[in-house]
């Protein structure tokens, strides 16, 4: 069990195709979550009248705005893990694993 828990940390072969599917839709309902929720969230925003309550709505659009920002380079990252994953596969490997 030990030396499988190993191996598994010692492949770092990154992203292959295989794995796209599931990071590409794990990608798409988040931006699909985050989006009906600020929707949702300013619609309410606009309809509430005490302030206290409006500041906190308005505090937690502005959070996850910040977050959607950062889908961008999620995206970036996923991509170039999936390449480097398809490069270093199309290369032979020797005996040794590297």
């Known amino acids: 069990m030990q030396r499988q828990k190993l191996k598994l940390l010692s492949d770092k072969r990154g992203m ?3 794995e796209m599917y599931p990071a590409v839709l794990t990608i798409v309902l988040i931006g699909i979550v985050l989006g009906i929720g600020l929707y949702v969230l300013s619609k309410v925003e606009g309809n509430i009248t005490n302030e206290a309550a409006g500041d906190a709505v308005n505090t937690t659009i502005a959070g ?3 977050f959607a ?4 380079i999620i995206v970036v990252v996923m991509a170039a893990a999936i390449i480097l994953g398809v490069v270093m596969s199309s290369f032979g490997r020797g005996a040794t694993g590297i």
Do not use: H, K, N, T
């Not at 920002?69 to 961008?72: C, E, M, P």
């Open 64 to 66: 996850l705005d910040d």
């Open 16 to 18: 292959g195709l295989g």
């Open 69 to 72: 920002d950062w889908i961008a």
